[in-house]
């Protein structure tokens, strides 16, 4: 970016020097990707997943890249949990500017051989478990006055039907109408709410099916690009959400998705 003198507006910028960031599930897949990233532009970001080696593990490996982040363990469908690792951000670095709801599973099963239990599992994590980690953050920016930045990690799955994954669809649908609910309360505050609907990016969640070569091929074809998504991509578009450029999106959704839902 060169430098321009006497613009006639503030130029838009993606630098995140001085934000904090929580990012659940941030120990593999788009969550690492996004911590990554985050901390290349400045940002403090708190490493989250459901084992402590594992949070230590890769915030010491971003640390040893030049970024600044702490380990914390939780699980986001438990609330004490999330109060908690949201206490200690605020008490590591003295604020809390964005939260990233990453953390998600899925269970691929017919919904006629689907348990009670295995769609309670789906949904308390991909759908409740954003829930209360907006909720958690928004209160901490509210009370501080902070302009903060909520970004839900939804799914091309929430915007058309998939076989064999209804939970997880249905979570993700979810995810995006709270989106929108969310920036209508917290719009008043100076809070965006946004959510992100990535389409196939090769990540341990879909390892299984990607590695089926029919079935890689007929998700190929679907796509415009033809070709699959980088955790790279998603982060960039994450960027964009948590940054001062995206000041005016709110209660929106990107499909970030190579063109798979624009048919």
């Known amino acids: 970016m060169i430098e321009m003198k006497n613009t006639p507006f503030e130029i838009p910028t993606f630098d995140l020097t001085g934000k904090v960031a929580i990012i659940t599930g941030s120990t593999t897949g788009l969550g690492y990707g996004m911590a990554v990233a985050f901390c290349a532009y400045g940002a403090k970001v708190v490493i989250n997943g459901l084992e402590e080696e594992d949070c230590k593990r890769v915030s010491d490996e971003i640390n040893e890249m030049g970024g600044t982040t702490i380990p914390f363990k939780a699980d986001v469908r438990n609330r004490a949990e999330v109060q908690t690792m949201v206490s200690k951000t605020v008490e590591t670095f003295g604020r809390l500017d964005i939260m990233v709801c990453n953390a998600g599973i899925g269970i691929t ?41 909520v970004i839900n990690i939804s799914s091309a799955g929430g915007l058309v039907g998939t076989k064999n ?14 989106s929108k609910t969310e920036a209508m309360e917290w719009g008043r505050y ?65 499909a970030a998705d190579m063109g798979t839902t624009c048919n």
């Open 109 to 149: 099963k017919r919904i006629v051989e689907m348990s009670d239990e295995e769609w309670d599992e789906v949904v308390d994590t991909d759908l409740k478990g954003v829930f209360i980690c907006g909720a958690e953050a928004a209160k901490v920016m509210i009370e501080k006055e902070i302009k903060g930045r």
């Open 165 to 178: 994954i209804a939970a997880y669809c249905a979570s993700k649908s979810g995810v995006i109408s709270l």
């Open 190 to 254: 100076g809070i965006t709410a946004n959510a992100i609907c990535p389409g196939y990016v090769p990540t341990a969640i879909n390892a299984a099916p990607l590695a089926i070569p029919r079935v890689r091929e007929q998700i190929l074809a679907k796509t415009a690009l033809k070709r699959l998504g980088e955790i790279w991509e998603v982060a960039a578009v994450a960027l964009f959400l948590a940054s001062d450029a995206s000041s005016i999106v709110t209660g929106a959704y990107i």
